[in-house]
């Protein structure tokens, strides 16, 4: 059986460096779940409250025969569930759903809180403090945050005692975020990139195809590849069992330095999902506002604003649904 490498994170626990999502956009394949678990050896899944799959992916779990012990299972908590105690029973619910008894790692999913009269770096702090006493408890064995940038990171530190051991943030060749994957590692925090297909627009994408030609490899593995070779790990998602084998068929070859500079130029810094910019930090002095226009489609706007604690940006909360 395939064992892919492993991350070590900062509390020595190793995380596969490859693993599978699982979000809500293209809906949950439970016969793609199982395939991956019992034919493409994947032991790291990632998933969320907000995916809505919890209880199917228990269901998968379970059919596939692969032992709890070796597994990783990453969920994440719903910025509606922020606050010190509605974390903890969130916590637990999310565990109920997945039907284990413990999780390897927690995130939290968005920096942005939505609670009314309170600025979201308390809120932050509080819900983290929840998450730092699950991790002393053992509930969770690794606990981070998702969509997380430096000042967000920043003041986690001034506040809690744990540094998160995984960020977990957009990152394909379109949108590398090199200067916040630098502060994660220069802070012993884990880099994990979201999206690394750029939901698929990047397999069509001209240098992309001429080097799954070169090496003839599909677009799919040189993207998930390039990821992996920048130490990044990495979790695309896709529902049909052909593709998942495909985009674990990436330890075979290795790009060469010019062809990973030549995608290290593709960056024009978009984005797939939602942006975080926006979310208020403590001695931030623009503040981007995202109004929901549709769908998916966001429409953001900055907007000046004094340095507060307060003036939390509600009107479209955390109700991004690109994620
Ligand atoms: N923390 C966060 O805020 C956040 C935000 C976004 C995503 N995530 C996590 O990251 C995971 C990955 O991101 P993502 O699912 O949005 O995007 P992605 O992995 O970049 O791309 C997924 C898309 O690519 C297609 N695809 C997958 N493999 C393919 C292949 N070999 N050839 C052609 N097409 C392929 C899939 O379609 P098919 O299913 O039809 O194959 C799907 O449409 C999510 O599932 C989720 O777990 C986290």
Redesign the pocket.
């Known amino acids: 059986m395939q064992h892919f490498p492993d991350v070590e994170l900062s509390n020595r626990l190793k995380i596969p460096i490859l693993g599978l999502?699982?979000?809500h956009?293209?809906g949950y394949s439970h016969d793609a779940v199982v395939y991956a678990l019992q034919q493409c050896s994947i032991r790291h899944i990632?998933?969320a409250k907000r995916y809505g799959c919890e209880e199917a992916l228990c269901k998968s779990i379970v059919e596939s025969r692969v032992p709890r012990e070796d597994l990783w299972i990453t969920t994440?908590l719903w910025p509606g569930d922020y606050g010190y105690q509605s974390a903890k029973e969130a916590c637990r619910a999310s565990c109920a759903r997945l039907g284990v008894e413990y999780l390897d790692l927690y995130l939290m999913?968005?920096p942005d809180c939505g609670v009314p009269g309170r600025s979201n770096r308390d809120v932050r702090a509080d819900t983290w403090r929840a998450l730092e006493e699950m991790y002393d408890e053992g509930l969770c064995r690794s606990i981070g945050v998702?969509?997380f940038l430096i000042p967000h990171l920043e003041e986690l530190k001034e506040d809690g005692g744990v540094m998160p051991h995984v960020n977990?943030v957009?990152f394909?060749p379109f949108q590398q975020p090199w200067q916040l994957v630098e502060f994660c590692r220069s802070e012993g925090v884990a880099f994990e990139g979201?999206?690394?297909?750029?939901?698929?627009q990047a397999?069509h994408h001209p240098l992309i195809v001429e080097l799954a030609q070169k090496y003839g490899r599909?677009a799919?593995q040189i993207c998930i590849r390039w990821s992996i070779q920048n130490r990044i790990i990495t979790?695309?998602?896709?529902?049909?069992p052909d593709?998942i084998l495909?985009?674990c068929q990436v330890f075979g070859f290795q790009l060469e330095d010019t062809d990973m500079a030549a995608m290290h130029a593709l960056h024009d810094g978009r984005r797939v999902?939602?942006d975080p910019t926006h979310v208020e930090s403590l001695g931030s002095r623009w503040l981007k506002r995202t109004w929901r226009v549709s769908g998916d489609y966001m429409q953001t706007k900055s907007l000046f604003i004094s340095a507060t604690r307060s003036g939390t940006d509600n009107e479209n909360g955390a109700a991004g649904s690109a994620?």
């Open positions: 999502g699982t979000s956009n293209g990632d998933t994440k999913h968005w998702s969509n977990q957009e394909h979201y999206c690394p297909l750029a939901k698929g397999l599909s799919s979790i695309p998602k896709s529902t049909k593709r495909e985009n999902s939602w994620l």
